[in-house]
Every structure is written in C-alpha cells, then in structure tokens.
T-cell receptor, first 112, second 114 residues
Framework: RKEVEQDPGPFNVPEGATVAFNCTYSNSASQSFFWYRQDCRKEPKLLMSVYSSGNEDGRFTAQLNRASQYISLLIRDSKLSDSATYLC?????????????FGRGTQLTVWP | DAGITQSPRHKVTETGTPVTLRCHQTENHRYMYWYRQDPGHGLRLIHYSYGVKDTDKGEVSDGYSVSRSKTEDFLLTLESATSSQTSVYFCAIDTGLTSTDTQYFGPGTRLTVL
C-alpha cells in the first residue's frame, strides 16, 4: 500500500469554481502534513502546512482528519493561475527522521 | 527563495557512463535530500544527509551514491548510468536546526540516459 494516495484527477474547472482535493495516508504515526504545488516542469513549492484544527490561507482551506487518516484541500474562487499539480505530502515520523512521502499529485486546470 | 541551485540543469548521457549531479545551498542548512520524480510516481527519496559526511539511504537508493564533504554541497552520483535512471532529479533542504519536515526544493536536473 502506498504511503500517500491522492485523487488521480485531472480536474478541469471554470474560473470562480470551488474545487476540493482529497488524500489519504497510511502511517498513523505521521505528524506533519502539507500541500505542495508544482507547475509544469518546475520544482514543487510549499503551498501550506495542514494543522489538526484545519487552517485557511486566503482562498485555500486545508483539513486534517486523523481518525480517518484523511487530508483535504479546498480552493475557492478558482483563478487561472491556480492551474498546477497539487501534491499531498506526509511525514514518516515513527520511521525515518525528516522523511517525507509524496502523493502522485492531482492535476488542476482552470479554464476561462 | 531558499538559495538552492542544481547543476547541471539538463544532461544527456549514455548508458554505462558515470554522472554526478550537484546541489548547492547558500545558507548552511543541515538537512539535504535527493529525490527523483517520474510519471506515475510521486517524488521518491534517493538519499539524504543530516550533516557533513552523514548520509543515509532513501527508498530508491540502488545505483546511486552521495557525498557531502561541505555543508553547502550535496553530490549525487550515478556510478554507471542506466536508462531506468532517466528522470528529473530534485534536491531539497530543510531549513530547521532540527528537522522540521518542511522542505524546499531546487529547480531540478533533467537527466536522460540513452
């Protein structure tokens, strides 16, 4: 079983739409959770950390459900510039220090 | 900008040749990582380092070696490149004094092995 599983996508939405991505992780000892964004042929960039109580950064809201080992990312009022691949990332605490596990990513295209 | 550079940015080589990729950081961070990214796979950890001369294997370390003789440089070597090592290679750093699990990535190296 993969450490991190994501919706395969792709998601194609119009500008202004709300879109949600989901992710599950297998290691119940994991303590750190992130969403990264990766543009085509570029490096992954940290979008936001995910905290137990849920957190928001502008149009982006992240939620964590430890009991279900489930993470979500909600994007409101989608912009053309949100088009990218979104990576769900979980640490492997309980195994190797500082080791992160990456989902395969969910591709989002926002069209005008 | 985490001050990470990778060189070369693109390389084409032939099967059986040795290849060394360089990751350079400007801010003396302790933790450095090498990943590869392939279609159908997430980023996969090859090797990582938690200090000068301190390195360990990741999940896909076969065929790769690393060295860290200076804090700022982390080298990845393919001793004898194979076509299965065609990939995009990313270096990353953790900016914490202890590992914070928040990693920042370099721009990547596209390697093609013919």
């Amino acid at each position: 079983r993969k450490e991190v599983e994501q919706d395969p996508g792709p998601f194609n939405v119009p500008e202004g739409a709300t879109v949600a991505f989901n992710c599950t992780y297998s290691n119940s000892a994991s303590q750190s959770f992130f969403w990264y964004r990766q543009d085509c042929r570029k490096e992954p960039k940290l979008l936001m950390s995910v905290y137990s109580s849920g957190n928001e950064d502008g149009r982006f809201t992240a939620q964590l459900n430890r009991a279900s080992q489930y993470i979500s990312l909600l994007i409101r009022d989608s912009k053309l510039s949100d088009s990218a691949t979104y990576l769900c990332v979980v640490n492997g605490r309980g195994s190797t220090l500082g080791r992160l596990y990456f989902g395969r990513g969910t591709q989002l295209t926002v069209w005008p | 900008d985490a001050g990470i550079t990778q060189s070369p940015r693109h390389k084409v080589t032939e099967t059986g040749t040795p290849v060394t990729l360089r990751c350079h950081q400007t801010e003396n961070h302790r933790y450095m990582y090498w990943y590869r990214q392939d279609p159908g796979h997430g980023l996969r950890l090859i090797h990582y380092s938690y200090g000068v001369k301190d390195t360990d294997k990741g999940e896909v370390s076969d065929g790769y070696s690393v060295s860290r003789s200076k804090t700022e440089d982390f080298l990845l070597t393919l001793e004898s490149a194979t076509s299965s090592q065609t990939s995009v290679y990313f270096c990353a750093i953790d900016t914490g004094l202890t590992s914070t699990d928040t990693q920042y990535f370099g721009p990547g190296t596209r390697l093609t092995v013919l």
